[in-house]
């Protein structure tokens, strides 16, 4: 079992910068993959982010690679986003996922076994 909180989300203008954290319990948090994945209404879960339980890889969704980083503190069980140069269609809930396989099929929310209850992102124009 591997419990997740997220934390961090709000109200930003365009072209603010916003970082979101989520707080893992459960399994050792440095054995696992963790990605981030946002959620627009009536819509399926979007990738945003995922990286390897050592830090070593990461991988970004196409809307957001050279915008965000996803990072992670194995000492802190805490996963991260910085979210810069935010535009109001990143508006959206955010949630940190954890995928107990070795940094493989990352981009899909399927691949996933556990998520946090999200944490709400509002860019304003």
């Known amino acids: 079992q591997v419990q997740l909180v997220e934390s961090g989300g709000g109200l930003v203008q365009a072209g603010g910068s916003l970082e979101v954290s989520c707080a893992a319990t459960g399994r050792p948090f440095s054995t696992i993959t963790m990605g981030w994945f946002l959620k627009f209404p009536g819509k399926e879960r979007e990738f945003v982010a995922a990286?390897?339980?050592?830090?070593?890889?990461?991988e970004y969704g196409d809307s957001v690679k050279g915008r965000f980083a996803i990072s992670r503190d194995n000492a802190k069980n805490t996963l991260y986003l910085q979210m810069n140069g935010l535009r109001p269609e990143d508006t959206a809930v955010y949630y940190c996922?954890?995928?107990?396989?070795?940094?493989?099929?990352?981009?899909?929310?399927?691949?996933?076994?556990?998520w946090g209850q999200g944490t709400q992102v509002t860019v304003s124009s």
């Open positions: 996922a954890a995928d107990l396989a070795q940094f493989t099929n990352v981009r899909s929310w399927r691949a996933y076994d556990y």
């Open positions: 990286i390897r339980w050592n830090g070593g890889a990461a």
